[in-house]
């Protein structure tokens, strides 16, 4: 077989790119896949290689051909200048924060960011001296008047964690950029493949490797990927913290690369169907799905982004909530829990209001957010068929 030039690499489509990136020979020595390299120790043949660490893998904590396989191919889809790899999407938003933030900054997140990361901002950066202000996350380019003279990082979601809006990144990116603000993204709902992070102005993307890219349920990883500019600060940060993830971990996200793209058509065709169905049921006031053309945030997710995953809100008409849990507590297929971005459908009832400071979310009715998964749609179809006529009955 033929070893692919970088070049030749760069001119493949992305599913090509998917299943060729990070499968270096030397390494490889032929097999298909790049075996998990475990350890701590790696030895230097003499003084004068250990003085100078003059050679490309040092100590566990920093990289191993693992590792290196999974950043390259990474950065490679993402077109980023770098990645780094830590042990969950949590951490992986903590790094991106702690490489662009120091004492006494100023930090603007989106109101409708994953609520943990809310937290570490309401408790570890408050602690550690960088303010937070929540902001609307519609507000486009009006971010400009949230700015301060020590505001030093903008944190976007897009779409938002469970409702779902679609944010202005390019605008607000510009706004920060004209201040020199860093511009970090969660990116975990569209993957690089649906969104690309650094071509529309963020400087450091985070991604829950925990969803799509492991696609099974059973591994915790986090990414970061960055452009030339914030890299070396992300680099620094990640070196002195010493947090990578375990060796199998990422070996089993390699593996969930390679189908990546599959998965995630998949996942938005079996998505798109269910979220078509539901908005015909009667018991549904609204579908919140940014693909779907009557979504306010359709016209921008259509401009930026180059698909949809399988992740999407529904709210109910005005239900009592035993009612909801009788829909819930009898689904055969749909499992109840967090997380998402697996094989199977998911689902679980949310509400954003008790932790939304800056926007009010009033819905209308119960919300629920589904994750789509691989099952035949017309037996995901029945079941919620099934959890419906429960619903009615419990009403
Ligand atoms: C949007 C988003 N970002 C980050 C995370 C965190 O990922 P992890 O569970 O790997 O910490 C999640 C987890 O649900 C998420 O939904």
Redesign the pocket.
Known sequence: MKELTDEAKKRLRSRSRLVHLGRDREVTQGFVNVPPFRGSTVLYPDVATLKNRNQRYTYGTHGTPTTDALTEAWSDISGAAGTVLVP??????VVALMSALSAGDHLLMTDSA?Q??RRFCDSTLKRMGVETTYYDPLIGDGIAALMRSNTKAVFV?SPG?QSLEVQDIPAIAASAHARGVCVIA?N??ATPLFFAPHAHGVDMA?E????YLSGHSDL???LVSANAQWLPRLARTIDDMAIPPGPEDVFLALRGLRTMELRLREAERQALALARWLEARPEVLRVIHPALADDPGHALWKRDFAGSSGLFSVVLKPAAESAVAALLDGLALFGMG???GGFESLVIPFDCASYRTATRWAPGGPTLRFSVGLEDIEDLKEDLDRGFARLRAAT
């Not at 829950?208 to 969803?211: D, Q, S, V």
């Open positions: 969950s999407g949590l951490a992986a938003i994953y943990p990361a979601e964690s969660d975990t709902w985070v829950a490797g925990t969803k915790l990883l986090g967090y997380s998402w």
